[in-house]
């Protein structure tokens, strides 16, 4: 015995398609064993580490800390495995707490009955110690739980996040159909850009791909746009943790670079530009945002990267013009890198070649392909 705590096992979830993004990212910030699986990707360290990952991780949706495993093939089982956590260094009776859950293959099939469960187990525990319980807020809990059940196997986790961590806090207001931040990360991450050379993109709408690429070259942790994270909230986060928490922001603070390459915004849309200028203001970069078709976008000087988000759905795929239009601008791109967002089969067909490489990714329920080329 060396000492050394056992190290806890945590699980960033992230968008279909984007766990190997992720992976490559957690594994930078120099995270250990890490791991893609469905849905996210596992990591293990001290609370610490993932403090970091919430602060820095980009594409993560949500960090979560396993906290027990236990077979849960009924109720009951549920409620006492749920009850041998000790609580207590979360949840006190003056704090709030909400419970979801997910489950698969096995005796316990109504999630609303697993979340009830799990929260009486935790409610009944504290109530029995001190006297009193904590309440249910499911819009704004002090402590989220997650449990998840596959075939009568259940594990139990806390959400550190709070917040989904794509809330960044800079997107004042939307157009229709905007990326969510995490989504616009893994496709920079996935379009192979360096964050060095110049970036496009061409129908920026509210800004989303801009922003996140000057974020990511200026190297400001995404983090540090909001005020707090659900694990700040915790009973046991004291003041000391909170001393520790404002060093790790300080430390994320003074990384920041100012040599970033030139990042570029356009849209046909004034509306849009007026968005994302707003945005991109609340996120303290400087992306040149103009109004533009498409049709008007120039090589860039050096080459670079387009990474782009057109619109889709039925109703364009059927009226071939915009996609024929976007084709023709972007393959004159020569040198570049261009990596297209398709919602739509339309899209790949308006350029009659095939992508050099493609990955499967969900626009929220929109299958999509990030299209690669290098033009
Ligand atoms: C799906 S939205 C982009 C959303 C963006 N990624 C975001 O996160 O807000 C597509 C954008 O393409 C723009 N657009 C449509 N036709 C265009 C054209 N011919 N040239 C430039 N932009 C165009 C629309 O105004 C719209 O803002």
Partial sequence: MNGTPTPLAFFATAAKGTEGALRDELRELRLYHVRADRGGVHFEGRWEDAWHACLHSRIALRILAELARF????????????RA????????????????????????????????????????????????RPSVDRKDPDVSLFVHIVKDKATLYLDLAGESLHRRGYRAEHLEAPLKETLAAAILRLSGWDRATPLVDPMCGSGTLAIEASLWAANVAPGLLRTRFGFERWACHDATA??????????ARAARRDDLPEIFGRDIAPAAIDLARANARKAGVQPRFAIAPINALEPLGPVGFVVVNPPYGARLDADTS?????????????????????????????????PDRWQLLYNGDIECRLLIWAM
């Fill in 322 to 354: 915009l996609y024929d239009g976007m084709a023709w601008s972007l393959q004159r791109m020569r040198g570049h890198t261009v990596a297209v967002l398709a919602g739509s089969p339309g899209i790949e067909r308006a350029f009659r070649r095939g």
């Fill in 242 to 251: 909170a001393a520790r928490m404002e060093d790790i922001r300080r430390i």
């Fill in 85 to 132: 956590v000790d609580w207590s260094p979360y949840l006190t009776p003056h704090q709030t707490l909400a419970v979801s859950a997910a489950c698969r293959s096995g005796g316990l099939t109504h999630t609303g009955f697993i979340s009830l469960k799990t929260k009486d187990a935790v409610v009944d525990q504290i109530r029995d110690r001190v006297g009193a």
């Fill in 71 to 82: 077979d849960a093939p009924d109720g009951e089982a549920l409620y006492d495995g749920v």
